[in-house]
């Protein structure tokens, strides 16, 4: 079955007009970008509802198992290109918006980012939505139709200034509102035994109301649906009040009820312990839980076999109650006893982690937890009883210590599969934060290293690439990336190593030409396109990268007639609104930037871009443009990274540490082929045993002396010279993350990438085995992966 099949140009070109007359209301002459966007993709996801349909049919019928991944954040970015590209409809649309005189990519940039997630965790989410969609592998997606995703970015005089973003505040073309698919979601009150049953009377009630989006995979022959939560209100306004002429007060507990979906919270790494939080965190689990069992019994009628046809999976511990929920469900709804309901819950629940930072595990006082979800906490105590009665285990692996209920203890004890992101995390789990665990459940932590969709992040938002990988190793390998490999055979071929340097050098002036308009900066596109983006942490060491530019930049002042490699470092990424160290690290890179960018001598040599609020779409830009991937963390810290994955299939060379996937990509594009630096995970941890390890390091570098040197004489803040001693201090005497242990290293390993890149047909040549080494970080290799060891689904291809 494929969507295509009766989608000619003259069709789709109908389609839209209709659109643009019956839904919009506009005629041609009169019709904006909005509308003409509004139209196209009304068209678009018409086509979509066919194999959507089908994809339920299908399920029902052949009785397939389902999966259901529970995520707080799906970081989508634009829908319209992805639908295109998936459905092979660009072209044909492009064509028909010509003839209107009307330009599709700027129909597509007229598109808000759907940013409902805050990095990597919530991007990963969304590429495995496509790969399930695209392997037929039944499942939804369930998260919270956030009325504000993730704040716009803004920088003034340096600093980050975070405005709110409203992607809702126009119709969003994609979702459909399912007003009848509603769920009361309890909170508050206080528990009553009644004939040995336990009834919940809750103080506060929202409604749950469904929000579908079609998720359509590659060549539209299967879509499956993200299904959002919206918050309202169970009392509507209070006329009473209104009458009486307190407008506020009447539209108070409508208001007090939206709340729930109003935000997504911007923290990505540290847990933040709000209420709002852990409301916002059972609204998504009960809602979910509450669908899954209505659906599951308009099928069968004996929730025994739940576990045979039901497969979720908790993205990190946000949904973690999810055990809790569905045990609570099972008994006081469904009737069921207590050990049938914790096996059957048991049975169907998995869990993910994805990073082993202390600040980032989740703790909930049993305080609160008592008193937003009494029922669940007497549940919690009951599963911790259990599992330190059968486990025998020591009390620091119990789930509620010190008066705190550990979400990520509670996630592995309910799950039947605990996984981590990447092969080196995995063993880190095992050895480290779940070492106990894993000694008392042995076999239950498995890894499933990360993946990312090639549909959206090489043929969406490369063409010139895709281009080239086709005409050389045909086609379909957009939905069999292991085909890459055959690139290998054409090494030796001077015409394709052209062709990727190619391709690329396009990509990079068009990301000058974007960088022009938007910042008005003139780029040379044949520098080096360093590229560091991603949230703005201390542990991936956006420091180390500034700190060498800074060498780079004294370096050629000294000797500006010196054999240089001309550069360009890009910067991009946003810091949680309360990380202040991570915001001083942006107004530092910003200085930085205006002092470099404006110093005549090094100007044809080096420059320092930062655009303000990355995004998906930006990304989509600058990743195909770029040629030197910085993943340059603290070997240990970075569960494994995806933006890695995305610059290796884009034929970018990547500098980095032994952390995460990079491991893993090193290995499968060959070590020859990748600039390695820095200490290992277990270096690092001896390191740390060191005391004064900056200090040491501090003293052995002159580089690092002298670079802190000029910081800490206001080099960069001319007009506020003390600005940066905080961050000089913190260097010397606490560096946590081992930017100074590591920093020689990665001087020296920058120097050999500027050697390299002198060579251009061997730098291509090393972008191409970048590139054929690839294969294996598709998001569909992982979730097959899942499919197999984790849900024991099948495929309905
Ligand atoms: C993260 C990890 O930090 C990141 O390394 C990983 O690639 C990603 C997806 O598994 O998950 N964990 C986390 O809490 N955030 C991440 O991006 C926010």
Request: charged letters at 25%; proline letters at 4%.
């Amino acid at each position: 079955m494929n969507a295509l099949n009766d989608v000619s140009p003259q069709s789709l070109r109908t389609r839209i007009t209709k659109h643009l007359t019956y839904t919009l209301g506009k005629d041609k002459s009169h019709a904006s970008l909005y509308d003409w966007r509004m139209a196209v993709s009304y068209s678009v996801r018409d086509i979509v509802i066919e194999p959507w349909f089908a994809a339920t049919r299908k399920t029902y019928e052949a009785q397939g198992k389902r999966v259901y991944y529970l995520s707080l954040e799906f970081l989508i970015g634009r829908i319209l290109g992805d639908a295109m590209t998936s459905l092979g409809l660009f072209d044909t649309v492009r064509e028909i918006l010509d003839d209107e005189g009307i330009s599709l990519w700027d129909v597509i940039e007229d598109e808000p980012d759907a940013a409902l997630g805050n990095g990597g965790l919530g991007r990963l989410a969304a590429c495995f939505l496509e790969s399930m969609s695209t392997l037929a592998c039944p499942a939804y997606g369930y998260g919270i139709r956030y009325e504000h995703g993730l704040f716009r970015q803004k920088f003034e005089n340096g600093s980050q200034v975070e405005l709110p973003e409203d992607w809702l505040n126009q119709p969003n073309p994609w979702e459909f509102e399912r007003p009848e698919s509603r769920y009361t979601i309890p909170f508050k009150g206080h528990v009553e035994q009644a004939d040995g049953k336990s009834v919940w009377y809750a103080a506060e009630t929202v409604y749950a109301r469904a929000y579908d989006m079609p998720v359509v995979g590659w060549q539209g022959k299967w879509a499956n649906t993200l299904r959002l939560w919206g918050a309202h209100p169970t009392e509507m306004f209070d006329l009473e009040r209104f009458n009486s002429g307190d407008y506020t007060a009447a539209a108070a507990p409508e208001a007090l009820a939206r709340t729930l979906s109003r935000v997504l919270y911007p923290e990505d790494t540290t847990e933040s312990g709000k209420e709002l939080r852990l409301k916002q965190e059972y609204f998504l689990t009960s809602a979910a839980l509450q669908d899954i069992l209505r659906r599951f019994l308009s099928e069968y009628d004996d929730l025994s076999l739940l576990p045979d046809k039901v497969a979720i999976q908790m993205n990190d511990t946000h949904p973690a109650l999810a055990g809790p929920e569905l045990i609570r469900l099972l008994m006081d709804v469904h009737g069921l006893a207590w050990e049938d309901a914790k096996r059957i819950a048991l049975g169907c629940l998995n869990y993910t982690n994805h990073t082993l930072l202390p600040e980032a595990l989740e703790t909930w006082s049993t305080w609160l937890m008592g008193r937003v979800l009494p029922r669940h906490m007497q549940i919690i105590e009951r599963i911790d009883a259990e599992h330190q009665s059968e486990t025998n285990c020591a009390p620091d692996l119990a789930i509620v210590q010190h008066d705190h209920v550990h979400m990520g203890t509670l996630a592995f004890v309910m799950a039947s599969h605990v996984n981590g992101v990447s092969a080196l995390h995995t063993d880190l789990m095992k050895e480290t934060v779940f070492a106990g665990l894993n000694g008392v459940y042995p076999s239950r932590i498995i890894n499933q290293t990360n993946g990312v969709t090639p549909r959206r992040w090489v043929r969406l938002s490369n063409p010139a690439l895709s281009k080239v990988l086709t005409d050389t190793i045909g086609a379909g390998w957009e939905s069999d990336l292991d085909r890459l490999a055959d690139l290998a055979a054409h090494e030796e071929d001077h015409d394709v190593r052209d062709a990727i340097g190619a391709a690329k050098r396009h990509n990079k002036v068009a990301l000058s030409n974007w960088v022009g308009e938007k910042m008005g900066m003139s780029l040379n596109p044949d520098a080096m396109f360093d590229v560091q983006i991603k949230r703005i942490h201390e542990y991936k060491r956006q420091l180390m990268n500034v700190f060498e530019t800074i060498a780079r930049w004294s370096a050629i002042r000294a000797n500006p007639q010196g054999d240089w490699t001309p550069r360009v470092k890009i910067f991009g990424g946003k810091a949680a609104p309360g990380y202040f160290v991570a915001k001083d690290i942006i107004h530092f890179i910003n200085d930085v930037a205006k002092t470099i960018n404006n110093d005549p001598v090094t100007a044809d040599l080096l420059q320092v871009v930062y655009p303000a609020n990355y995004n998906v779409s930006m990304a989509q830009r600058l990743i195909p443009a770029t040629d030197l991937s910085e993943q340059i963390s603290t070997a240990g810290k970075e569960a494994s990274g995806t933006g890695n994955m995305k610059f290796t299939m884009n034929g970018a060379l990547t500098i980095g540490t032994l952390d995460g996937a990079n491991v893993e990509i090193r290995e499968h594009v060959g070590a020859e082929n990748f600039f390695l630096f820095g200490m290992t995970a277990a270096q690092v941890q001896d390191r740390y045993q060191v005391t004064d390890h900056a200090r040491q390091a501090i003293l052995a570098s002159q580089p690092l002396q002298d670079i802190l040197q000029m910081i800490a004489e206001g080099r960069f803040s001319p007009t506020d010279k003390g600005r940066y001693l905080p961050l000089v201090d913190a260097m010397w005497n606490h560096d946590p993350f081992l930017v100074a242990s590591d920093f020689d290293s990665y001087l020296a390993c920058q120097a050999q990438v500027d050697r390299a890149y002198t060579d251009a047909d061997q730098w291509n040549r090393l972008a191409l085995r970048n590139i054929a080494g690839s294969g294996f970080f598709s998001s569909d290799r992982t979730i097959k992966g899942y499919m197999a060891d984790i849900w024991d689904t099948k495929s309905l291809a």
